[in-house]
């Protein structure tokens, strides 16, 4: 079953029973409203007034669903992650503790690779050349010691919204970064999460090293997952405009929250987007554990 995700803008009191979402209302008029927490995959805390129980959390926390909490500007800023991915999980920390750098590169280049067709793929499909991106893509090399990464992410960025506006991308850029910045984080909270079901560490990456980032890992495996975040944010440029994107509405939210349900496509299957990163996160885990040398990541 596909697992739910649920924002909340507005105040509210959320508590659990029964196995049960419970979500009251300040408004003594509303009705309370309940959700099964077995079905729901990743929260959304948006309003500073909302009000959570700790058994709550404890309880969304061991059916294994990724807490998001929001700034005052309505960004994610803060992710709640459960502590046990399995029995196995002992196990599978060292595996990927203890992993070579060979192995790490060969993970990176496998990594890249798919990252940039993905990009080509979202390039193509809005009618840009992309004999490049492809030529890249299949020259990776270990590690990417030439940073192809970094010479797809110019052209591509060059690119994607060039119908639109000069776009420049960075976190506090112009529009539309805000619905990048807002939709990678919706996309990371799911990777982190499937991580730590894949009884993996979010924190150790294969490539991303930085002392003050706790999801590291999940920041590498998203790579080839971002595309599909561009193509959703491109299709709301193409459907509102540019000057109807400065604010993120409610509206343009509830747009994003689909992400978990993109249909991914893989060489054997196609499954929604939250199901396909379990996927990679599971032949991450092989990987380490030595079964096997390849990620399995979707195509575009």
Same mark, same amino acid.
């Given at each position: 079953?596909?697992?739910?995700?649920?924002?909340?803008?507005?105040?509210?009191?959320?508590s659990?029973?029964?196995?049960?979402?419970t979500?009251?209302?300040?408004?003594?008029?509303?009705?309370?409203?309940?959700?099964?927490?077995?079905?729901?995959?990743?929260?959304? =805390?948006?309003?500073?007034?909302?009000?959570?129980s700790?058994?709550?959390?404890?309880?969304?926390?061991?059916?294994?669903?990724?807490?998001?909490?929001?700034?005052q500007s309505?960004?994610?800023?803060?992710?709640v992650?459960?502590?046990?991915?399995?029995?196995t999980?002992?196990?599978?920390?060292?595996?990927?503790?203890?992993a070579?750098l060979?192995?790490?590169? !060969?993970?990176?280049?496998?990594?890249?690779?798919?990252?940039?067709?993905?990009?080509?793929?979202?390039?193509?499909?809005?009618?840009? !050349?992309?004999?490049?991106?492809?030529?890249?893509?299949?020259?990776?090399?270990?590690?990417?010691?030439d940073?192809?990464?970094?010479?797809?992410?110019?052209?591509?960025?060059?690119?994607?919204f060039?119908?639109?506006?000069?776009?420049?991308?960075?976190?506090?850029?112009?529009?539309?970064?805000?619905?990048?910045?807002?939709?990678?984080?919706?996309?990371r909270?799911?990777v982190?999460?499937?991580?730590?079901?894949?009884?993996?560490?979010?924190?150790?990456g294969?490539?991303?090293?930085?002392?003050?980032?706790?999801?590291?890992?999940?920041?590498?495996?998203?790579?080839?997952?971002?595309?599909?975040?561009?193509?959703?944010v491109?299709?709301?440029?193409n459907?509102?405009?540019?000057?109807?994107?400065?604010?993120?509405?409610?509206?343009?939210?509830?747009?994003?929250? !689909?992400?978990?349900l993109?249909?991914?496509?893989?060489?054997?299957?196609t499954?929604?987007?939250?199901?396909?990163?379990s996927r990679?996160t599971?032949? =991450?885990?092989?990987?380490?554990?030595?079964?096997?040398?390849?990620?399995?990541?979707?195509?575009?």
């Amino acid at each position: 079953m596909i697992k739910r995700t649920l924002l909340f803008s507005n105040p509210a009191y959320l508590s659990h029973k029964n196995k049960q979402l419970t979500i009251s209302f300040p408004e003594k008029d509303k009705e309370i409203l309940t959700v099964p927490i077995e079905d729901i995959g990743v929260l959304i =805390l948006e309003n500073h007034q909302i009000t959570i129980s700790h058994g709550c959390i404890a309880t969304l926390l061991e059916n294994k669903v990724a807490i998001i909490s929001c700034d005052q500007s309505h960004m994610p800023t803060g992710l709640v992650l459960p502590l046990d991915g399995g029995s196995t999980q002992t196990e599978r920390f060292r595996f990927q503790i203890e992993a070579s750098l060979p192995l790490k590169k !060969q993970l990176w280049m496998q990594t890249v690779q798919q990252k940039i067709y993905n990009q080509a793929r979202v390039l193509e499909e809005i009618g840009v !050349q992309v004999v490049n991106m492809k030529r890249w893509s299949k020259s990776v090399r270990s590690g990417d010691p030439d940073n192809y990464e970094g010479r797809a992410a110019v052209y591509y960025w060059g690119n994607i919204f060039s119908s639109f506006t000069d776009f420049s991308r960075g976190r506090a850029g112009d529009p539309p970064n805000n619905l990048l910045n807002y939709g990678y984080a919706i996309l990371r909270a799911i990777v982190a999460r499937a991580l730590v079901s894949s009884g993996l560490l979010p924190t150790l990456g294969i490539f991303h090293r930085n002392k003050y980032n706790a999801y590291c890992l999940a920041d590498d495996i998203m790579e080839p997952y971002r595309p599909y975040v561009d193509q959703m944010v491109y299709e709301i440029l193409n459907e509102r405009g540019l000057d109807n994107v400065n604010v993120l509405t409610t509206d343009i939210k509830k747009m994003l929250l !689909q992400i978990p349900l993109l249909d991914v496509q893989f060489e054997d299957n196609t499954s929604p987007l939250l199901v396909g990163v379990s996927r990679t996160t599971a032949s =991450l885990a092989r990987c380490f554990e030595g079964i096997s040398r390849k990620i399995v990541y979707p195509e575009i």
